[in-house]
């Protein structure tokens, strides 16, 4: 079954302080996958308090400006909130969060692989993306990027589908996917447009799609005819 994007929820606000809410897809079906992403203008660690969400990885760095990106997944019950809280200790000036929700997701396992970036721009407005290769046919990748001191609006990468670009000042943050992977190096290529942004963090992550119910083929028994030997006396 084919991994699919099925709706967004996102940030409510609000976007300074140490608690921030983010909306829920709405419309959700139980057993989809829902995958937050959190970023926000600080190296500080950040937690999701909500129940039943698994922190994928967190990337922080502290370059010429600080900024934190984290994402986490749960699987979606019958009763999912309206909104979900993201808080850390130090209060920030920019905080943004997303969450979406796919269906076609191995729930057992759904990380297939992650991989991360942390790049210093300097007065470059390009990032580069981890490649990824998929250990799973038909894997969908999620490319996710933070960064700080941004004048503008960062690239979608070529064969991607944005999802979710915004901004909170000079910071920008933005998702995107494509399926359908192959088992084989997956190079999202260079994000660009930021302007002379100083700081950005990426991470790029597979998800592991259903592998379905393998239904045996039934084959029709063979029969070998042999001839019946004939005895010749002596």
Same mark, same amino acid.
Request: aromatic content about 6%.
């Given at each position: 079954?084919?991994?699919?994007?099925?709706?967004?929820?996102?940030?409510?606000?609000?976007?300074?302080?140490?608690?921030? =809410?983010?909306a829920?897809?709405?419309?959700?079906?139980?057993?989809?996958?829902?995958?937050?992403l959190?970023?926000? /203008?600080?190296?500080? +660690?950040?937690?999701?308090?909500?129940?039943?969400?698994? $922190?994928?990885? =967190?990337?922080?760095? !502290?370059?010429?400006?600080? /900024?934190?990106?984290?994402?986490?997944? $749960?699987?979606?019950?019958?009763?999912?909130?309206?909104?979900?809280?993201?808080?850390?200790?130090?209060s920030?000036?920019?905080?943004?969060?997303?969450?979406?929700?796919?269906?076609?997701?191995?729930?057992? /396992? @759904?990380?297939?692989?992650?991989?991360?970036?942390?790049?210093?721009? /300097? !007065?470059?407005?390009?990032?580069?993306?981890?490649?990824?290769?998929?250990?799973?046919a038909?894997?969908?990748?999620?490319?996710?990027?933070?960064?700080?001191?941004?004048?503008?609006? @960062?690239?979608?990468?070529?064969?991607?589908?944005?999802?979710?670009?915004?901004?909170?000042?000079?910071?920008?943050?933005g998702?995107?996917?494509?399926?359908?992977?192959?088992?084989?190096?997956?190079?999202?290529?260079?994000?660009?447009?930021?302007g002379?942004?100083a700081d950005?963090?990426?991470?790029?992550?597979?998800?592991?799609?259903?592998?379905?119910?393998?239904?045996?083929?039934?084959?029709?028994?063979?029969?070998?005819?042999? $001839?019946?030997?004939? +005895?010749?006396?002596?």
């Amino acid at each position: 079954m084919a991994i699919a994007h099925e709706s967004t929820g996102t940030a409510l606000g609000p976007d300074s302080g140490t608690s921030h =809410e983010v909306a829920s897809p709405g419309s959700l079906t139980e057993g989809w996958l829902l995958w937050m992403l959190a970023y926000m /203008n600080d190296d500080q +660690l950040m937690t999701n308090s909500e129940t039943g969400w698994t $922190k994928v990885v =967190e990337v922080q760095s !502290d370059l010429a400006g600080d /900024n934190t990106i984290a994402c986490w997944w $749960k699987e979606a019950t019958d009763s999912e909130p309206a909104t979900y809280t993201v808080t850390h200790s130090v209060s920030v000036s920019a905080f943004r969060g997303v969450v979406l929700a796919y269906s076609g997701v191995d729930m057992s /396992n @759904p990380i297939d692989v992650t991989a991360t970036t942390v790049q210093d721009n /300097n !007065d470059s407005d390009t990032h580069d993306p981890a490649d990824i290769t998929p250990v799973t046919a038909e894997a969908m990748a999620l490319v996710m990027l933070g960064g700080v001191q941004m004048t503008g609006t @960062p690239s979608t990468p070529a064969g991607y589908t944005s999802r979710e670009v915004t901004s909170s000042g000079g910071n920008r943050f933005g998702i995107w996917d494509k399926g359908g992977l192959a088992v084989a190096t997956e190079s999202p290529g260079q994000i660009s447009g930021m302007g002379s942004g100083a700081d950005t963090s990426s991470i790029t992550v597979a998800l592991r799609p259903e592998t379905g119910v393998v239904v045996p083929v039934y084959k029709r028994p063979v029969v070998v005819r042999r $001839k019946t030997p004939v +005895l010749f006396a002596a």
